[in-house]
Structure formats: structure tokens, C-alpha cells
């Protein structure tokens, strides 16, 4: 912390405070955010597990990272500053003034890459909106606020339950199934309606109405002076089936609007895109891997020869045995297959679409696992409570509180903290990049039943 001097505090969102801040040596400007630490030692560790693993991602289109440290009991996480504000500021000071074709293609362009850059990673942002996306010193816009929903919800701290920005949370989410990639497919297409219309989407004057419009789908068309390629894209991205609706991969690679898209990346990152899709190095990366290569011959050289090198806990001086088959199955995988119900993938893509119609009566579908919606009306009844204006802020629920509905993180302070632990370790995996074929299509790990968790809170009052 006495590395920057604090210069005033900017903002404060529902994870907590956002202040100015200037590093002594640099005179560079960032932003630091402070969330607040669970008392529970144990609870802290997944939470710093994730900011070092966010403190690791870098690319031209998200907010950068600069470090992560703990300080009186708050995990403080200093980032990039974006001296052009957020993008719904942007939005708002345009008053009619349409933004230029141009203008939304490059900045929805850059939006796409950073999230391809983050779904590629295995992570997924959760809290796309206007407000989280900010305007850099050259006219750029990065991604701000990703994974900080991560940060909070592996952590457990203060038993939040994440829940979103409800004008930008997709239909999948009301319906009480998991969050995933597609879900920030959805939220993005809002932001680029909006860079379109300068409005949102789904407006309504109730929860009520909100949500029954977001879970249709239905919102006012394009305007017709918008290139087709927009009206195309805008109905893809609000498809209600998440499977429906294209990934950031396919929006940038290969749907209809991919090519006016592209030329509006920043050549850095088209370059490395280029290099994976065709799987060839630039001389720097060449020339680090002729060197890896280089050093992985000569251990194994030396190995085959006998050299005495320092052994590792897993190699042993005998040669090592290849892992085999069992000529048997062993008997608990039988007993498993014998207790399996034959699914095949058609029964399963029929299942998941009568998914609205509860059961069937068929002996084979009462052994199949159902999606078991929850009647929007039991939640739009809970949400009677709230106040509309609400819907534009980041929504978290706490557990216990007389609004359950709203509940800053800033208010409440840990007082059990102890010093920044750097040894912490990361998910080495999960900065691998993936295979270029692969698309990104995936749910984050342990999907909170958020309905379940707000029906918990109001029969407990
Ligand atoms: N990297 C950044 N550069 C410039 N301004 C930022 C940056 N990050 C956040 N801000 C500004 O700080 C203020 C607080 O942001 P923060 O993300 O904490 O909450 P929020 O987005 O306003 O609310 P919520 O997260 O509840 O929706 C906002 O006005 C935001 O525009």
C-alpha cells in the first residue's frame, strides 16, 4: 500500500471500493480495487488463488492487472486506469447522437477478443455491461471487472451468491441453470445494442416485465440503417437456447458478420490468432521452443546413456513400465455400466428440449437426469420486492440481511486477516491455451442455485 499514494476514490460497485491511485516511483496512475477477506483463513484461499491467477492475463483488450496484495484485512487488486471512463458513461453523453458503423464494429470487435482471450482461459467474465467496459487513452475499449464475481464466489466470503446485472443476465440464468461462456455471449450482445440504439435492449418498467422479456427474447428491432450483418448478429446473440447462440470463437472466426469484424482488430492480436490458426510460430516463439526442444534432447540423451542425473519423486532408475489395460475390466466398472441407463445423444437432445414439461411418464426417462425448471413465477414473486432501479447494478445476495437483495460488499469488514501469502499456487491448466479447434463451450464449476438461495433468505424472515 505505501507504494501508491491515493489520489481520491472513483466509484464504489457492489464489490466494493475503486480509488485513484498514483505509484510513487512511476507517477503512473491505476485503479485499486479493495475487496473485502472472509474471516475464515481456510475460505481466503481460493479467493487469492483467483486473483493471482486473473493477475496473470494479459492481452490489448481487457483491463490489466498490475498486482495483487492484502492489506488491513481487504485483498486489494491494482489495475490499469482507463482515463476515458466506462462505456454507458460514453453511452449516455451521446444523447441522440448515433455512433458511426465504424465506431461500434471496432469497439465490439475489441470486446469479442478480450473475451475470447478470458472464455480461452477457462474463465468467464459474468458481469459484462456497459459500465464494466472502459475506454482507453487511444480510443480503445478493454474489458474491466472480470472474474471478480469468481474471486467472490469461490471464496465463500460473507456466503454471497452471485448473481449478475439482471437487464444483462441471460434468460438461461432466470431459468436456474448454470452460468457459462454463452451467458457472456448474451450481456455482450446487450452492450452492443445498446453501442447500436443507445438504449437497452430489454426495457421494462417492472421485474416482472424484465424478465419475461428477457426470457423471450424480445426486444425492438434494429434500426434499418444498420448493416445486415448487425440485425444477424443481434438474433444470434439473443437466442434464449445458450446452444443456440454463437461463441466469442465463432463470432470472430466464422459467423457471417466475422469478416467486417476483423478488420477492425488490433493487428497484434490478429497476428497471434493467425499463428495459432496456422500453427506457425513467429521467430521469437520458434526460437524459444528450438531451445526447449534443444534441452529436452539432451536430458533424454543422457538418460538413455546412463548419465547421473538428479532423479525427480516420480522417475525411478529402472526404465519405466508402460501403464496397460487390464486384459478384465475391473468389476466396479462393470457393475457401473450394469446399473448405467442407455442414453443415447438423441434421447438426451429430446430430453433437455422437453425440459419445460417436467417429467415424462416413460421408464427410461425416470432413470435420465432432467433439467427441473423452476417456475419463473415463484422468483418474479420474490422479486416483487425489489426496486427496478436495481436492475442496472451487479447483484449480489447475502445471506441473513433484511434486504437480501442488495448488500455492498464495502459495508462489512473482516477483522480475522493475516499477510499476503505470494506461494500461493495457481491452476497451471487453466493458463494453457487451448486447441484451435475447440470451441469454447463451458459452465463454470459449481453452479449456484441462486433461486433456491433467494427462496432460503425470505422463508427464514
Ligand atoms: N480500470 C478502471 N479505470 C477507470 N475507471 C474505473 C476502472 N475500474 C472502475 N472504474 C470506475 O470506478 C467506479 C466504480 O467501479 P466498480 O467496478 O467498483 O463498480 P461499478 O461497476 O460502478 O458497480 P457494480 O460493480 O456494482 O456494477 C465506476 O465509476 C467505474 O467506471
New binding site residues.
Partial sequence: MEKYSHLRV???????R?VLVQCKSTQEKY?L?EIQLPKNQSKQQSSRKEAVLLSTMKHPSI?AFREVFEADGLLCIV????SG??LLHKIQLQKSSQFTVDNILKWFAQMCAGAKYIHDKRVLHR?LKS??V?LADDGSVKL??FGSACILNSSKAYAYTYVG?PYYVAPEIWDNKPYNNKSDVWSLGCVLYELCTLRHPFQASSWKSLILKVCRGAYPPLPNHLPYELHYLIKHMFKTNPKDRPSVHTILTSHRVSRLLRTHLPSQVLKTEEAKRTGRWNREEGRKVANFLGEKSLIKTSTIEGGDLPKSSCESTEPALRKQWATEPRSTVLQMLANASLVSSDSMAAALQSSSTHESDSEASKQRKQWVRDPPEKLLGLLEKAQLNKAF??FLIHRGDDNPLVGPLSQQRGDDTDGFKPEVLVDESRLQPRSDDEDTDFEEDSPCDWVDEIEKIFSEH
Fill in positions: 472513483i466509484g464504489e460497485g457492489s464489490f466494493g475503486a485503479v480495487k483491463v489495475m490499469e486506469y482507463c471512463g466506462d458481469d459500465k464494466n472502459f474491466g471487472d446485472t447494478s451487479t
